[in-house]
């Protein structure tokens, strides 16, 4: 369950109440106050916590003077105040502007100051380190979950680990033998040992709250065992340093190296102690050190990224320079398969046409009226290839639907003789695009193949049919009418057709029937998972040795016997396969 909005907040009001309830029932009233003031004290700490979200300043400046009051009238609740002072003002720096931070803070340091202090006692060095420290850490910690520091980019463990367990060793060599000397039981010094060694490991990745985790420890042993500050304060150093080398800002670098020079002279110099300017200079270099030590490793971090990303911004200029020269290439044996071809065909079409007009009438204006068609269509179709030339990731469009483009085969086939039965099976129009696409090429080439080498006459059956989760087509004729004169071929055309019914996982089968005519079979799975490799789709079966492309034999002319057209009904357009 999300807690959002109001429950939330009556959550935080909640908790806080009932945290000053759990400290401050045993200390019993205040002498200043009449009566049990326990539960009326809770509450006036703890329900502002529910506005803490909404209004985290005014929370915090309330709290501030919450303390001080509670503080004056000694009561234990004061414990509670400094807690959530440092919970609201630390929401702060997370949520709000420098100015309400510096404004949260500066109250906040004034109020822990008298916090700390005690009547009649001096106030000394150390309780106003703390004083500064104590209000100063939450709002770094809010200031630092705004991400200062970016997401490393390494991924090797290496480091991480080797700066865990010397860490490790590090403390527990240099302070086991301590352990029993302070007010805390062993098993809880050796447990920070082992935490603050560890917490060294995820130094790069979380430099910020590693630095204040290992500044808290230093801190805690200053007070409880001081045999292990010097160990605590190592640690500090050398969590200063990665910080430095994984944050770029100056600003927190700075904050950072101040915070580590007070919490230096916390644990170093003490109330006896003579303050000189040697001194000072010499603490001050031992901070400086890893501060140095770490931007120089983190300069050289950055300078390797930077040539890493110049030689990967290279070699994608490299690819980018070959595909552009590929390009051109392809740009050139367009335009010179353009002027060639073009010129060709363009020069049949006129004088196909100049031809039409001298005989308007007859068989042969029929015959060169076809032929000034195909002539247009076959500059279009080369328009279409020098596109894809010119820009390999396009494909070529498809004019019609697949079943426009079958029936208008049939009857250009047709005119020129064939006698050509066809059936497109209603249902076939729920195959893909692609499937519907091919077979209407297969059928293009399929009947131009009958026409070049069995000539006019020729009985041809064309059946595209759906069946289960495949396209299926079947182009069987008959025996040649009679003798024809063979002619020029390419060698290319069944070759082709098996590419492009390969390409989408199918088979396709050519060869000599029973009755001695020619069938051309081709199956098209339409499932999406039947697309297979080309390395591994099954090869059409091998024609019978011919020195053309199969269907020899010879012409008569002919008339279609029937054409049957029950053709698609899905009318969509697309690319050809």
Request: hydrophobic share 50%.
């Amino acid at each position: 369950m999300r807690w959002r909005g109001v429950p939330l907040d009556l959550v935080l009001a909640a908790a806080g109440t009932a945290l000053d309830v759990l400290l401050s029932a045993k200390g019993g009233g205040s002498a200043l106050l009449p009566g049990n003031e326990v539960i009326p004290m809770a509450v006036g700490v703890g329900a502002p916590m529910g506005l803490v979200r909404r209004a985290p300043l005014a929370v915090s400046l309330y709290l501030a003077a919450f303390l001080v009051f509670t503080d004056q009238v000694g009561s234990f609740t004061s414990n509670t105040a400094q807690m959530l002072l440092c919970v609201s003002i630390g929401l702060v720096a997370y949520r709000s502007g420098r100015r309400p931070t510096c404004l949260a803070l500066g109250v906040a340091v004034a109020a822990t100051a008298v916090n700390l202090a005690d009547p009649g006692i001096a106030f000394t060095t150390n309780a106003w380190m703390y004083s500064v420290l104590v209000p100063a850490l939450p709002v770094l910690i809010g200031a630092y979950l705004r991400g200062p520091a970016g997401r490393l980019k390494d991924a090797d463990l290496t480091p991480d680990v080797l700066l865990a367990g010397g860490g490790v060793a590090f403390t527990v060599l240099s302070t086991w033998t301590e352990w029993h000397s302070g007010t805390a039981p062993v098993w809880g010094v050796g447990l920070l040992a082992v935490l603050g060694g560890l917490s060294l490991g995820v130094a790069r990745r979380l430099p910020g709250l590693v630095f204040m985790f290992q500044s808290a420890l230093l801190i805690a042993a200053d007070q409880y065992l001081n045999e292990a500050v010097t160990t605590c304060l190592t640690l500090t150093l050398i969590a200063l340093c990665v910080f430095a080398m994984r944050i770029a800002s100056w600003a927190w670098i700075t904050v950072t190296y101040v915070t580590c020079t007070m919490l230096a002279s916390i644990a170093i110099v003490q109330d006896s102690t003579e303050v000189t300017a040697l001194r000072v200079a010499v603490l001050m270099a031992l901070v400086t050190t890893p501060v140095a030590i770490g931007r120089y490793l983190g300069v050289r971090q950055a300078a390797a990224e930077a040539e890493g990303l110049r030689l990967r911004e290279s070699a994608r200029l490299a690819v980018a320079q070959v595909r552009a020269d590929q390009l051109l290439e392809r740009e050139n044996i367009a335009r010179e398969v353009h002027d060639i071809v073009a010129h060709h065909v363009g020069a049949m079409v006129l004088r196909a046409g100049a031809a039409r007009y001298a005989a308007p009438e007859g068989p042969v204006a029929d015959a060169l009226a076809d032929i000034r068609e195909t002539g247009h269509q076959a500059l279009e179709d080369l328009r279409g290839l020098l596109d894809v030339l010119r820009d390999p990731g396009r494909r070529p469009d498809m004019a019609a639907d697949p079943a426009a483009v079958i029936r208008e085969s049939a009857e250009r086939m047709t005119a020129a003789g064939l006698q050509v039965e066809l059936e497109l099976d209603p249902a076939t129009a729920h195959a893909p695009l692609v499937a519907r696409a091919s077979a209407a090429r297969i059928v293009q080439e399929g009947l131009t193949n009958v026409l070049k080498h069995a000539g006019p006459g020729t009985q041809v059956s064309v059946a595209v049919t759906s069946a289960g989760q495949g396209l299926t087509v079947h182009i069987r004729n008959g025996s040649p009418p009679t003798t024809i004169e063979r002619l020029p071929s390419s060698g290319r055309g069944l070759a082709g057709m098996r590419e492009r019914v390969r390409a989408l996982g199918g088979t396709l089968s050519a060869g000599l029937d029973q009755d001695g005519g020619w069938l051309l079979t081709a199956n098209m799975p339409t499932a999406p998972h039947a697309t297979a490799p080309h390395a591994t789709a099954p090869h059409a079966t091998a024609p019978a040795p011919h020195t053309t492309e199969p269907h020899a034999t010879a012409p008569v002319a002919g008339r279609t016997r029937c054409v049957t057209d029950r053709f698609f009904t899905g009318g969509l357009t697309g690319g050809g396969a």
